[in-house]
Structures are given as structure tokens and as C-alpha cells.
């Protein structure tokens, strides 16, 4: 049977157990960050005493597990989900999404997007489209996934200049996303950007660039020549909804003055 539809169902104590490790921590640091003893902890950890409902939140916190993962803690224990999950559209959200509108249009004339826990498009700015001509139209239906649009063959990664770099960068940010929630939905969605092989093309002209270290940068070559970005991922502060939780703005900056002389000139309000 399949808890929640993603994962096997466990006891609340083996799962706590698995994210206090995963998040390398021992019993007795987690307990004094909890607030009780490391005896009581181990006997949630084993099934020889239930948590109450507020003990599965106090230590969800401190392990800084995601919202749904929480609910998946309660169902666990035996308790109702308290963090509910409601699609964009709701009107209870409505604010949300103005804001969001907001951000995205505030940032033309460069790009900017939302996007869900799985890298799902959720929103875009006017500017994204132009950088995505000439891509496989079957790669932009419904749902979109940014990551497999970027490194699809048929999607960026022929024209992306530091293909293996900008790979390497996406991977270990799938990577670190995946040690934080553990969503097999991901953990499929690695292995199969994985699975894209690199454009012969792109692999022997990688010209070093140097930023310091600081960012690494997305170079995108566009028909009047070769535009260059760094990027800023924003999310929702203290969100008490699954869907604002899971929710990122991805916007990109202009990383040299050609890049945003070139989209100012080119954008149309």
C-alpha cells in the first residue's frame, strides 16, 4: 500500500527516525533542540510511546520538513493533516497570486517564472516566450517542466553555450532538493534529465568564463548573438499552505551589459 500516493506507509517513530538521520542529526542534539530527552525520543523513534499531535509538528519543525511531508508525519500518528493544499487558482489564494503576477511583470524586461516542488511552469513573465523559440513545441504542453525544456534535446540545451556547466548546476540543485523532501517524483525526474545526452556541438566550445565564484551563469545563444544570465530563486515567507510552500519565482538577471541592452531593445510593453 502506498501512503499518500508517494511513498510506502511507515510508523510515525520510523519515519522521524529517517529524517532526523537524513538530516544528520543525533537523538541527543535533536532532543535538546526539542526540548525533551533523549530517553522519550527514543521511544517515539521505536513505537514504544505515540507521539500527541503538537509533539509530530515541534520535531517536524526542527527538522525543517517540508508541508506535505508534516501531513504525511500526522497521517502517521494517527492525526488529521492540518496544512492544507489548495491549487493556485482558488480564490482563497487570490492575493498570492496577484503578488506573483507582481513580481513576474515587475522583472520585464528580463525573464521570470514560477514554478512548483517538480520544476512544473506555473507562471511566466512576456519575457520568457522569445527565449524559447525554435523548441519542440511537444516539449510545452501542459504540464511544462522547466528542467526537461532546458536540457531536452529537442528543447535549450543546443543552444545553451555551457551546457555541462548549467547541467552540473541543475543536477545538484535536484540533487539538494531531493535530500530536503525525499519525493520520488524527483528522484525519477534526475535520472532522467541524467538519461539527455550533452550536444557534440556544445561539448568543445565551452569557453571558461569567470564570475568570481559568485553565481554560475546561464548562456544562451540567441539570434543576435549570445546572451548571458544569473539567476535568483524567491519562495513565500512562512507559507502555512502546501502549494505556496512548494511554490518558487526563478528570475534572471542580465549578467553583462550586451545581454541587457539586447533584451531592453527587444522587448515590446
Do not use: C
Amino acid at each position: 500500500m502506498m501512503h499518500t500516493g508517494s511513498r510506502p506507509a511507515q510508523g510515525v517513530g520510523l519515519q522521524l527516525r529517517g529524517w532526523r538521520q537524513r538530516r544528520r542529526r543525533s537523538q541527543l542534539d535533536l532532543a535538546l533542540d526539542a526540548e525533551i530527552s533523549p530517553r522519550h525520543l527514543s521511544f517515539l523513534e521505536t513505537g514504544r510511546s505515540r507521539p500527541s499531535r503538537d509533539m509530530v509538528l515541534r520535531l517536524a519543525e526542527k527538522l525543517d520538513v517540508p508541508l506535505r511531508e508534516q501531513n504525511e508525519l500526522l497521517v502517521a500518528a494517527g492525526f488529521a493533516p492540518v496544512f492544507p493544499e489548495r491549487p493556485l487558482a482558488d480564490p482563497t489564494l487570490e492575493a498570492a497570486r496577484r503578488a506573483i503576477d507582481l513580481v513576474l511583470k515587475g522583472h520585464e524586461p528580463y525573464p521570470a517564472l514560477a514554478i512548483d516542488r517538480h520544476w512544473t511552469l506555473m507562471a511566466a513573465n512576456r519575457a520568457v516566450a522569445p527565449l524559447l523559440e525554435g523548441t519542440d513545441r511537444s516539449l510545452h504542453e501542459p504540464p511544462v517542466n522547466v528542467l526537461r525544456l532546458s536540457l531536452h534535446p529537442g528543447g535549450l540545451a543546443p543552444r545553451i553555450v555551457n551546457i555541462i556547466e548549467w547541467r552540473a548546476h541543475l543536477f545538484e540543485r535536484l540533487r539538494r532538493q531531493i535530500d530536503l523532501t525525499v519525493d520520488p517524483t524527483l528522484v525519477e525526474l534526475l535520472k532522467e534529465l541524467r538519461s539527455y545526452p550533452v550536444p557534440e556541438a556544445q561539448k568543445a566550445r565551452e569557453p571558461p568564463v569567470d564570475y568570481a565564484g559568485v553565481v554560475v551563469p546561464f548562456r544562451l545563444r540567441a539570434e543576435g548573438g549570445e546572451l548571458a544570465f544569473f539567476s535568483t530563486t524567491t519562495v513565500f515567507g512562512t507559507p502555512i499552505d502546501i502549494t505556496l510552500s512548494e511554490l518558487a519565482i526563478e528570475a534572471f538577471f542580465p549578467a553583462d551589459e550586451a545581454t541587457a541592452n539586447a533584451l531592453r531593445h527587444s522587448f515590446r510593453p
